[in-house]
């Protein structure tokens, strides 16, 4: 009896573009369903991804710099011993499609010069980050590609005491792009309006996001924080119970929209929601400076 073949999947970083993903893993575990199929990521994603029905083994890209010769010859070792029979390649980045010849140019999905089934779209920079990776795969012979798809996710939000009715708020974001974010205080000034409906608001980050989380409950009563309290299957699970969700062009949103929660995402002129918006249940306000966004248009987007 022959063994399983192994199978590759690439995907390195970061939130947002691994929550898209979901639908090309998905994809790809459909069309191997009898392979042995390994993620190859980086740790703040490894535990999700493990508990994901599409990976029979997830493994840590260390990202060794070229410089490191021994973490480079580590890689090459790891990458080599399973003789995969194929690699998809989703990063697409310089970094991973460098990973082609240093794993001796296997049969590869991606970008990379040379490969057995190369994404030949020119125009690829300039689609949508669902339809770039769909159509990757179908030039790979996987004709459908599904939507994000997170209800495997399960965890108990009974922990966190939340209220019964609430709206999810994101006012974090990338911190070497600060025109991506609304200004904390009209999440505050938000959230005293929604209170007026006996809505609460739940205001979610990370502690690089802690000066905007805490403008955000010191101007509002009626605001809770989550700060640094949740990981990935938390935020799905609280997502499912929210009423809506409010936030930036930041990872946690493609989270939440994915968990199916009516969602409104805020883009400034430093990324395009053509290029990469959460789909589904989504409604995007765009204004080329968010400081000129006021809170009633946002609060009529939540209605």
């Not at 042995?36 to 083994?57: E, G, H, Q």
């Not at 990458?79 to 995969?84: I, M, V």
Request: hydrophobic share 45%.
């Amino acid at each position: 009896m022959s063994a399983k073949p192994n199978i590759l999947v690439i995907k390195l970083s970061a939130l947002g573009d691994f929550v898209q993903a979901m639908g090309p893993f998905a994809a790809i575990r459909h069309h191997h369903p009898d392979a042995r199929i390994i993620l190859l990521t980086t740790r703040p994603f490894a535990a999700f991804a493990a508990d994901s029905p599409y990976f029979d083994d997830v493994w840590i890209d260390s990202r060794p710099k070229p410089w490191d010769v021994a973490g480079m010859i580590r890689l090459r070792k790891l990458l080599r011993s399973a003789k995969f029979a194929m690699v998809y390649d989703l990063q697409t980045s310089d970094r991973s499609t460098s990973y082609f010849h240093l794993m001796g140019s296997p049969p590869w999905s991606g970008i990379a010069t040379g490969c057995s089934h190369p994404h030949a779209n020119p125009n690829r920079d300039v689609m949508h980050t669902l339809d770039r990776q769909a159509e990757q795969l179908l030039m790979a012979g996987i004709a459908r590609t599904p939507p994000p798809d997170l209800s495997w996710v399960e965890a108990d939000v009974a922990p966190f005491a939340l209220p019964e009715r609430f709206v999810l708020l994101v006012p974090g974001g990338a911190a070497h792009r600060l025109a991506k974010r609304w200004p904390a205080e009209r999440f505050a000034a938000l959230a005293d309006k929604l209170a007026e409906r006996s809505i609460a608001s739940v205001v979610l980050g990370t502690t690089r996001d802690a000066e905007q989380v805490e403008a955000v409950v010191g101007g509002s009563s009626h605001a809770m924080s989550l700060i640094d309290k949740t990981d990935l299957a938390d935020i799905v699970a609280i997502a499912r119970r929210a009423l809506g969700a409010l936030g930036n062009d930041t990872g946690p949103m493609h989270l939440i929209a994915a968990a199916g929660c009516r969602s409104v995402v805020l883009f400034s002129d430093e990324s395009d929601p053509a290029l990469c918006a959460p789909r589904g249940n989504v409604e995007i306000i765009r204004r080329d400076d968010l400081a000129e966004l006021d809170v009633e248009s946002v609060l009529t987007a939540l209605d």
